[in-house]
C-alpha cells in the first residue's frame, strides 16, 4: 500500500460513469443558473443564497433527488440544501423542481466532506439527512462506508444544539455500525431511546424501491439522533 493510499482522505461518494437524458441535461442546463451552488471552498450566506431565512435542512447524496423534491414541496418554508456528485442526478432533481413548481432547494454539485468543511458554518444547520448511503456491504470495505466517527463529528459541529441528524439504511450491517457509531459520539441523544432505532418520520417519504423492499419484506433503519 503506498503512502497516498495510506493518507486517503474519505469521500462522501464513488464516482460512476452516466449519461444524463435529454430532461436531466435540459434541467441542469436550465436550473443551476437559479438553483446551483458552485463550490469555491467558501462559506455560503445560506440565507442570501435562498433570498430569506427559514429552517435549514442538508441532504448528502440525494440520488435522482425525487424525494428531496418532494420533501421540499411539502415544506415550502424551509430551505433544503442538496449535494450529490452525479451530474444526472443533479439534472434529475432540477427538472424535478421545475415540474413541480419547487423553488426552496439550492444544490452543490460536490464532494460533500469539502463542502461541509469548507461552506458550511459551524453551528448553522437544524437538519442533517443521508438516506440509504453507499452499504460498502463487504467486510474489507467497510471502512470506505461515510459513517465513521470523523465524519459524524464534522456533522455535529455544522449542526446546531437541538439540529437533528437523520439516517436511514436498509443494509442491517450498516445499520448496527451507525448505531454504534452514533451510540458512541460525544455530542449527540438518540431520540428514540438509548440502542433503539426510530420508526420513519411521515417528512421522510417512501421511495420505490422501499417499497419494493417492503414487499419483500426487506427492513429498512432510521436513527434520528440529536446534537445536546
Not at 503506498?2 to 436531466?24: D, N, Y
Not at 442538496?82 to 452543490?108: A, C, D, F, T, W
Not at 458554518?121 to 462506508?145: G, M, N, Y
Amino acid at each position: 500500500m503506498s503512502e497516498s493510499e495510506k493518507h486517503r482522505p474519505i469521500r462522501s461518494f464513488v464516482l460512476r460513469a452516466g449519461r444524463m437524458t435529454p430532461a436531466q441535461q435540459r434541467g441542469y442546463d436550465e436550473g443551476w443558473t437559479q438553483f446551483g451552488l458552485d463550490y469555491d471552498g467558501k462559506r455560503l450566506n445560506i440565507d442570501e443564497a435562498f433570498g430569506r431565512s427559514g429552517r435549514r435542512v442538508l441532504e448528502i447524496g440525494f440520488g435522482m433527488g425525487q424525494s428531496l423534491v418532494e420533501m421540499a414541496a411539502a415544506d415550502s418554508e424551509a430551505n433544503f440544501i442538496g449535494i450529490e456528485v452525479h451530474r444526472p442526478g443533479v439534472g434529475k432533481l432540477l427538472h424535478g423542481m421545475e415540474e413541480q413548481g419547487v423553488s426552496n432547494i439550492r444544490v452543490y454539485c460536490h464532494d460533500a466532506v469539502e463542502v461541509l468543511e469548507h461552506c458550511i458554518a459551524s453551528d448553522s444547520l437544524d437538519c442533517v439527512q443521508i438516506f440509504f448511503p453507499d452499504p460498502w456491504h463487504k467486510k474489507r470495505h467497510h471502512k470506505r462506508r461515510l459513517i465513521q466517527p470523523a465524519f459524524v463529528e464534522l456533522l455535529r459541529s455544522r449542526l446546531r444544539v437541538g439540529g437533528v441528524l437523520h439516517l436511514a439504511t436498509d443494509w442491517e450491517n450498516y445499520a448496527e455500525q451507525m448505531m454504534e457509531v452514533l451510540s458512541d459520539a460525544p455530542g449527540f441523544e438518540n431520540t428514540a431511546g438509548a440502542g433503539h432505532y426510530a420508526p420513519r418520520p411521515e417528512s421522510r417519504p417512501l421511495t420505490k424501491f422501499e417499497r419494493r423492499g417492503e414487499r419483500l419484506g426487506h427492513g429498512v433503519w432510521d436513527l434520528l439522533f440529536t446534537r445536546t
